[in-house]
């Protein structure tokens, strides 16, 4: 597997997507969804059936009519009064770049720096497909640096149609993170005694 694709123009740019509806592909069972496995007929025909409607990755919406997740990415949505939100993991995958990037929204608007970001608040709550149309920024994670702006869903323009504030500055703190790193993450060559 060759890792997520993209073109140059994706990041800046945005990408027009499309929701799946689980009449098209179902939702993954608990037992994958929740867990990393190497089963991915669900993730790939989630990504087939967004290609064949215009889409890249496309977005799984449940019976409810709840943004669920993509077909390997996690779902954000920033409201236009400023509220980041990811959908619960509940029955999806409790993604490691999308907690990293409500860790690190956060803790922009616990220095202060939030206002050129226009953040207000980080949650994790539903969010409705009307919501998603409704964001003033919408955008899919995953891979430890990727972060695809999302412009258009379903021909909806998300926001002002163009990559917002929020993805931008959230799009250089993951791959700075990546790079320096401020966690507890090690190298091998560390783990290995090959400094």
């Given at each position: 597997?060759?890792?997520?694709?993209?073109?140059?123009?994706?990041?800046t740019d945005g990408i027009s997507e499309?929701?799946?509806?689980?009449?098209?592909?179902?939702?993954?069972?608990?037992?994958?969804?929740?867990?990393?496995?190497?089963?991915?007929?669900?993730?790939?025909?989630?990504?087939?059936?967004?290609?064949?409607?215009?889409?890249?990755?496309?977005?799984?919406?449940?019976?409810?009519?709840?943004?669920?997740?993509?077909?390997?990415?996690?779902?954000?949505?920033?409201?236009?009064?400023?509220?980041?939100?990811?959908?619960?993991?509940?029955?999806?995958?409790?993604?490691?770049?999308?907690?990293?990037?409500?860790?690190?929204?956060?803790s922009l608007i616990g220095r202060g720096?939030?206002?050129?970001?226009?953040?207000?608040?980080?949650?994790?709550?539903?969010?409705?497909?009307?919501?998603?149309?409704?964001?003033?920024?919408?955008?899919?994670?995953?891979?430890?640096?990727?972060?695809?702006?999302?412009?258009?869903?379903?021909?909806?323009?998300?926001?002002?149609?163009?990559?917002?504030?929020?993805?931008?500055?959230?799009?250089?703190?993951?791959?700075?993170?990546?790079?320096?790193?401020?966690?507890?993450?090690?190298?091998?060559?560390?783990?290995?005694?090959?400094?």
């Amino acid at each position: 597997f060759g890792g997520l694709p993209s073109e140059p123009s994706w990041f800046t740019d945005g990408i027009s997507e499309v929701t799946v509806p689980i009449d098209k592909v179902p939702l993954k069972p608990k037992l994958l969804a929740e867990m990393k496995s190497n089963n991915y007929m669900l993730n790939s025909l989630t990504a087939m059936a967004a290609r064949d409607q215009g889409g890249v990755f496309g977005i799984a919406v449940d019976s409810q009519g709840f943004v669920k997740e993509s077909c390997v990415l996690n779902v954000v949505s920033v409201s236009r009064s400023g509220v980041l939100r990811t959908p619960p993991f509940d029955n999806i995958l409790a993604g490691t770049t999308v907690r990293r990037t409500m860790d690190l929204a956060a803790s922009l608007i616990g220095r202060g720096c939030a206002s050129s970001a226009s953040l207000a608040a980080v949650k994790q709550e539903a969010i409705s497909l009307q919501q998603a149309y409704d964001s003033k920024e919408l955008f899919l994670v995953a891979g430890d640096t990727h972060l695809y702006p999302i412009v258009k869903l379903d021909g909806h323009v998300i926001g002002d149609g163009v990559v917002g504030d929020v993805a931008r500055k959230l799009a250089h703190l993951l791959k700075e993170d990546a790079a320096v790193g401020h966690s507890c993450h090690h190298s091998i060559a560390a783990l290995l005694g090959r400094h």
